[in-house]
């Protein structure tokens, strides 16, 4: 994936909390985070292995019910955070070329200005977090193991972006700029689906093959395809797109890694083994490829609609 090479790149979209202190105890919060985050597999794993074992279900993707919970709290959500570093290091959208960090800002500035293109009014940006460790949402603290969520309590996207490399040296995927803003775009379906009211027509702790929480899932998935299909011609702020350029390479890498965040997979590779499909929260690795894909294939949000087909792949 390839970035312009002109203009100012845009922060703001951003509340960098890393390295910064911050106080809070433990306990469930508003809502319950969803995704666990979507593409968070590290919590994820101890996640299956909490169903598999007997535990209570799953809220919101994957999230046990009562929202986060058993880490010790970082920082609260709404507290001070300082971009000076940040702006100064992305100051030009060039520097998403160079940088993984940059790169990351430019797709989440491309992600919103897609979803205000396609909901109008209807769409109300959504801050993304980086965080280092721990962090408090209105949805409970939570870790990096988490892995990248949504918490509609607070209308916020948290991720420790050392998450990124976990992809790659945990589950082998072959990682990149367009695999991170895949990431980052399922997150913002999230965000999409509760300004819609998509998200609570799922029951908390909802798991199964054809779960409610499966295809909330299977929908940001297929929500970020279709912001992929148009990324190359979605105008920023200048009139310009911030992405000039998707290869075939860069879909594939994301496949290859929707491939290894699949319920199945995890549950077979890094959950003892044994697949049990009635624990499912995300989808089998085949459905979050083909949901991808139906997105990307049409770039139409109406295609997405998970919760009117019988046929989920």
């Known amino acids: 994936m390839r970035f312009r090479e002109s203009g100012r790149l845009d922060t703001s979209g951003v509340q960098d909390r890393r390295g910064g202190g911050g106080g809070g105890g433990l306990g469930g919060g ?40 058993g880490f010790d709290a970082g920082q609260g959500a709404g507290s001070a955070f300082d971009n000076s570093e940040l702006a100064a290091s992305c100051d030009e959208v060039a520097d998403a070329n160079t940088s993984p960090e940059c790169a990351v800002v430019a797709s989440i500035d491309s992600v919103q200005d897609y979803w205000s293109a396609t909901l109008g009014a209807d769409y109300q940006p959504a801050d993304t977090v980086f965080f ?6 209105a949805c409970g603290p939570a870790s990096s193991g ?30 990149g700029a367009f695999v991170n803003a895949y990431v980052l775009a399922h997150e913002y379906g999230h965000h999409v689906q509760n300004l819609l009211g998509i998200n609570r027509q799922v029951q ?11 295809r909330l899932e299977l929908q940001a998935d297929c929500f970020a395809g279709t912001w992929a299909d148009h ?15 998707i290869t075939d390479d860069d879909v594939n890498r994301a496949l290859d890694t929707a491939g290894r965040i699949g319920d199945d997979f995890i549950q077979e590779n890094l959950g003892g083994g ?32 998970t919760f009117a087909t019988d046929d989920l792949g």
């Open 146 to 175: 988490t892995g990248p969520f949504y918490c509609p309590g607070d209308s916020l996207v948290y991720i420790d972006l050392s998450f990124f490399d976990d992809l790659q040296t945990r589950f082998g995927a072959e990682g």
């Open 30 to 69: 508003r809502g319950l985070a969803v995704g666990g985050g979507g593409l968070g597999v590290v919590g994820l794993i101890v996640v299956v292995l909490f169903q598999v074992l007997g535990g209570s279900g799953g809220g919101g993707g994957g999230i046990p019910a009562g929202g986060f919970s």
């Open 231 to 245: 990324a190359e011609t979605v105008p920023d702020e200048t009139g310009q797109p911030l992405i000039v350029d």
């Open 204 to 214: 908390p702790g909802d798991a199964g093959p054809t779960s409610g929480s499966v």
């Open 274 to 305: 044994r697949v049990d499909e009635e624990s499912f929260t995300h989808g089998s690795s085949e459905q979050r490829q083909r949901w991808f894909s139906t997105g990307y294939s049409t770039g139409d949000p109406s295609r997405c609609d």
């Open 132 to 137: 280092s460790d721990q962090v408090q949402s």
